[in-house]
């Protein structure tokens, strides 16, 4: 048994209502298996400029590091899409990230066999898809300065600066190299080497790194190919590295395999494998989707599955992990769908449906 602080972060759209899901699926776990989950919630994103003024306040990032995980919604919506704005919803994730040092976003990416009909891709396509995605978080073009609008001679102007380290490749490339280690063997590292200085550094650090892991096979790939295999030929992935950008974009396609964005979950957390990692933070990969926001249609698939990741990896719970886990398969295997894994002709289930259906499981 164990008593465990968890900070709840629901922010705006569809956030909200997955993010209540997860909570009941924690609640759900502690009274099956005897743990106290003490639960504190606040403003982030769009929630928090329209109370505060701000995307992210010091007093949430305080109250985030004082906790043992962090579960997030999701934050944007088009009464905040000013592209001229100053302060704005996305602020609040990326500004947590570099405050609580969650370098390693890892998205893994499975294709339940009960959906591969769902898809637009033939089934012998996705046979085997399973792929675990370790997208650098706090470097790159995100977090690169400059990073402004200007008027120069009264023409505007922008600029973005992708910038990388040896160190922050180094210990993606290291944790990549782990994992694969402990899964099919299998490493591909996604880059422009091609075009960008920023790729062809984090090649070079990645093949330096290469020889410590001989048993690990490993191939480099130019992010314009991986978007084609993604489609073409996923089950040839295991583990894939990448940068924040290039990982943003092709993890969102990866989730097409898997029949939805409202299917995958994310963690975002600050050590290496084999290490104890500690805080961590949770959130689904769908973003907030303010054009069903408020309907209870909402897949919760993603949050349950990030409930699984935020037991397994901040709180060194396996079993509950596994059980969480164990609930969604068999829920998605039974037959229940949300409208956005509907195929024609199927009734969808509402948000509250499947996540009682899981849940019911859990408890056995």
Not at 33 to 47: K, M, N
Not at 77 to 87: E, H, K, L, N
Not at 334 to 343: E, N, P
Request: net charge negative; aromatic share 4%; charged share 25%.
């Amino acid at each position: 048994m164990g008593d465990y602080r968890i900070l709840v972060l629901p922010g705006d759209g569809i956030g909200p209502e997955v993010t209540a899901e997860g909570v009941r699926a924690l609640q759900t776990v502690g009274a099956r298996f005897g743990h106290t989950f003490e639960l504190s919630e606040d403003l982030v994103g769009g929630a928090a400029i329209d109370a505060h003024g701000t995307a992210l306040r010091q007093e949430t990032i305080d109250a985030a590091r004082l906790a043992d995980a962090v579960l997030w919604g999701a934050v944007g919506g088009p009464q905040w899409d000013d592209p001229r704005g100053s302060v704005r919803p996305e602020q609040a994730i990326l500004g947590i990230r570099a405050a609580l040092g969650l370098w390693a976003n890892l998205r893994p990416v499975r294709v339940d066999a009960a959906l591969v009909g769902n898809s637009t891709l033939r089934p012998e396509v996705l046979a085997g898809v399973d792929i675990v995605v370790i997208r650098e978080l706090t470097s790159g073009v995100y977090f690169g300065k400059p990073q402004e609008r200007r008027t120069i001679e009264g023409r505007r102007e922008a600029v973005d600066t992708m910038y990388y380290n040896e160190t922050e490749v180094a210990r993606v490339a290291h944790l990549g190299f782990q994992l694969a280690r402990g899964r099919r063997g299998r490493l591909a590292s996604v880059d422009k080497a091609n075009v960008l200085d920023t790729s062809r550094l984090w090649r070079e650090v990645v093949m330096e790194i290469r020889p410590q892991y001989p048993d690990v096979t490993y191939e480099n790939v130019l992010v314009d190919a991986m978007a084609m295999h993604l489609i073409r030929r996923p089950a040839a992935f295991d583990v894939v590295i990448t940068e924040n950008l290039f990982g943003d974009i092709l993890t969102d396609e990866a989730s097409m395999l898997a029949g939805s964005l409202g299917m995958l979950p994310s963690a975002s957390l600050r050590a290496g494998a084999g290490e104890a990692t500690g805080l961590g933070l949770y959130e689904p990969i769908h973003g907030s989707a303010p054009d069903i926001a408020g309907q209870g249609i909402a897949n919760p698939i993603g949050m349950l599955r990030c409930v699984a990741l935020l037991l397994r990896h901040s709180l060194g719970l396996e079993a509950e992990a596994a059980a969480v886990e164990a609930a969604v398969g068999a829920t998605i295997e039974s037959g229940l769908r949300t409208a956005d894994i509907a195929a024609s002709g199927e009734r969808p289930v509402s948000t509250r449906e499947m996540a009682d259906a899981v849940l019911g499981r859990i408890s056995g």
